[in-house]
């Protein structure tokens, strides 16, 4: 029987300081639509503080009064509180698993011309979902990839999709790449690396979030690494059971080497393949249970 562990709700009384916080959080929640509840506070309130120190304000309740006078200061906060930090191929052991051992089954398991789908849910400025394009193109050939693969990088940082939808780097950032995929995948531009023109159609950037927006269909390979840490234990629940319904019955996940989510939610769901990089696979019908649904959509 599958059961939540569920974080203990707070019974402890609020200090002001804590009340404001959340104040200022249900504001942004009903009033600019974004959703910050389900993050870690620790980390929401140091970011918040260091927004809060860059403007001159000093109270959770005065930066209230400025977040509705400044139109603008929202996506300021909110580029503070997100942390972008990505690169190519970032931790290389995992995208060797994922060459040698990973996409090789995901294709084994295919019809000759049946689609692969594949998400980077916390894409940041896509550096993850062009790596995961170079692996498959590499293991289909170019022309396999272009009629069968859809990768979508999802972020919920408009900035980071904006830059990822332009796949324009600069050399420090293709750095991380090996020379000969660099070389293939690139086009070297006066001031920086273009991804490759003829493959940017099997590449799509959206806006969006993972705590409020309804997941991709039918993945086949669904990375979403280092973002989950920011979230408290219900939010990273929540995400986790909709990466479940997003899976196809053979569908894997890869998590970062720092998502220490709830073991007994994470097992609940989806069975390792390898621990050392962080590939799982679904639970079989860990869907069926009702109260899985309600948490994840409601
Ligand atoms: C540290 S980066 C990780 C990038 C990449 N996955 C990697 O491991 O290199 C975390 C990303 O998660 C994104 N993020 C944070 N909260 C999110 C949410 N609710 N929905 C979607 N993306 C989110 C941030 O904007 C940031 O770009």
Redesign the pocket.
């Known amino acids: 029987m599958f059961t939540l562990d569920l974080p203990a709700a707070n019974v402890s009384t609020p200090s002001l300081e804590t009340a404001e916080l959340e104040n200022l959080l249900n504001y942004l929640k009903q009033v600019q639509q974004i959703d910050l509840t389900?993050?870690k506070r620790p980390t929401l309130m140091r970011r918040t503080l260091t927004r809060m120190q860059q403007v001159g304000v000093e109270h959770y309740r005065e930066y209230l009064d400025y977040l509705e006078q400044q139109p603008q200061e929202s996506t300021h906060l909110l580029n503070t509180v997100?942390?972008?930090?990505?690169?190519f191929f970032?931790d290389g052991a995992v995208w060797d698993y994922l060459a040698n051992h990973t996409i090789p089954q995901i294709i084994a398991k295919k019809e000759p011309n049946e689609p692969i789908r594949v998400w980077?849910?916390?894409?940041?400025s896509g550096?993850?979902t062009y790596s995961l394009a170079m692996l498959l193109a590499e293991a289909l050939g170019i022309k396999q990839f272009q009629q069968r693969v859809q990768l979508y990088g999802?972020?919920?940082?408009l900035n980071?999709v904006m830059q990822a939808r332009k796949g324009y780097y600069s050399a420090h950032e293709v750095s991380a790449i090996p020379a000969a995929l660099q070389k293939k995948y690139f086009e070297h531009t006066a001031d920086g690396y273009l991804w490759r023109a003829d493959l940017r159609r099997s590449t799509l950037f959206h806006c969006?979030?993972?705590?409020?927006a309804a997941p991709f269909p039918r993945i086949d390979l669904l990375?979403?690494?280092?973002?989950l840490i920011?979230?408290m234990e219900e939010a990273q629940i929540r995400v986790l059971v909709r990466f479940h319904f997003s899976l196809t019955h053979n569908g894997f996940l890869v998590l970062?080497q720092a998502d220490n989510l709830s073991a007994h939610s994470q097992s609940s769901l989806f069975t390792p393949v390898s621990r050392d990089a962080r590939v799982f696979t679904k639970v079989p019908d860990a869907h069926r249970d009702a109260r899985l649904l309600s948490i994840a959509f409601c």
């Not at 999802?154 to 940082?157: A, F, I, K, L, Y």
């Open positions: 389900g993050y997100l942390i972008n930090v990505t690169d970032r980077s849910a916390g894409c940041a550096e993850e999802t972020d919920v940082d980071a969006r979030s993972l705590i409020q990375l979403c690494r280092n973002t920011y979230f970062g």
